[in-house]
């Protein structure tokens, strides 16, 4: 394949809505092997997802640190985390977190947690709710946070990284640190927005934090289609490290997408959800220490 072909291929999906700029597949402009999924007539995955693939990598290679990347806290570091330091971690970030939702307004009957990695806001989130199912693609990381959860209102499932193995309308809230920057495409968010909405009750919400962006008025052509190309090249990087990953030579890497805050609105708002806020306030969750992240709020309608 050219470089060329691909150059004619980025302009032709040029021609796409801005709406769709990430919502393209690039994996399907590669192989040609994408799926429709079965609610949603417009969104093309191709399943399971291929970040699969590194969190897995990262489940057995460094679960923590695959967690919370902070210098030096891999396991070959200067100061690699101990147990009892990344629980601490997740219990202070949560007593950050806790106060915005209640401010929104939370429901503590029953939770869903989207990607909860080695348990750091699961311990947490099971002496704040009284039921708890949190799911990830990583059955190593649900075996590290089984170790280091004694709780009887904690429910672990491993999954395709696109379903919510949860009851139509049984939970009253659902969330989700620091996961929907890693997929493999903004499509899968989609997926877990409808599924979201699926399992909650009438009144339930949400709060997800997930990476946003808006689109300068200026010039905006051209940031799109320089977005679009690093997007993509970004894209067909992380697919390759991947090809390596599967015949077990690669290390785990981060991939990393964002979100444009107008198609976000937009896209809850279609889902069905309503009170929608994209909320930035300082934490500590973030890199280098304390800093501000964006976590977006919903709530299902009352019937
Ligand atoms: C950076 S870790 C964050 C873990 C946890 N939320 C926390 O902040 O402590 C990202 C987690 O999301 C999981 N993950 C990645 N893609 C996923 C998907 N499509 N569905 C569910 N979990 C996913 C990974 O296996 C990993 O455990």
């Known amino acids: 394949m050219t470089f060329g072909w691909y150059v ?17 597949d690039t994996k399907s402009m590669i192989f040609n092997l994408s799926l429709r999924t079965s609610n949603d007539k417009e969104t093309h995955i191709r399943m399971p997802a291929r970040s699969n693939i590194e969190w897995r990598k990262w489940g057995k290679s460094d679960p923590l ?12 570091g200067a100061h690699p985390w101990t147990d009892e330091e990344f629980y601490a971690y997740g219990a202070e970030v949560w007593a950050e ?18 990607g909860c990695g080695a348990g750091r806001f ?34 672990f499932h491993v999954t395709d990284g696109s379903i919510l193995p949860v009851p139509d309308s049984s939970v009253t809230a659902g969330f989700s ?11 899968f968010a989609e997926v877990y927005f409808r599924e979201l909405y699926r399992v909650l009750q009438p009144g339930g919400s949400i709060m997800i934090h997930l990476p946003v962006f808006s689109w300068p008025g200026a010039m905006n052509r051209v940031f799109v289609a320089l977005y679009r190309l690093w997007s993509y ?16 030579i690669g290390r ?29 306030f300082e934490n500590s969750a973030g890199k280098q220490g304390t800093s501000f992240r964006p976590y977006v709020f919903a709530r299902k309608p009352f019937a």
């Open 65 to 76: 640190y695959g967690v919370a990347s902070l210098t030096d806290r891999n396991k070959k």
């Open 8 to 24: 004619a291929r980025f302009w032709y999906l040029g021609r796409w809505r801005t709406n769709n700029l990430l919502d393209f």
């Open 177 to 187: 640190s620091d996961v929907f920057q890693h997929f493999s495409k903004p499509a």
């Open 97 to 114: 977190y806790k106060p915005e939702w209640e401010s929104y307004g939370v429901n503590r009957k029953s939770c869903v947690e989207i």
């Open 122 to 155: 699961t311990k947490q989130l099971s002496t704040y709710f009284d039921h708890v199912d949190a799911v990830d693609v990583s059955d190593d990381m649900i075996e590290y946070a089984k170790r280091n959860i004694d709780s009887e209102k904690v429910f």
């Open 233 to 248: 090249l970004d894209a067909v990087q992380a697919e390759a490290r991947r090809l390596f990953i599967s015949a077990e």
């Open 252 to 280: 785990p890497f981060m991939f990393g997408i964002k979100f444009e805050t107008q198609w976000l609105y937009q896209f809850l708002r279609m889902v069905g959800f309503q009170d929608i806020q994209i909320r930035y």
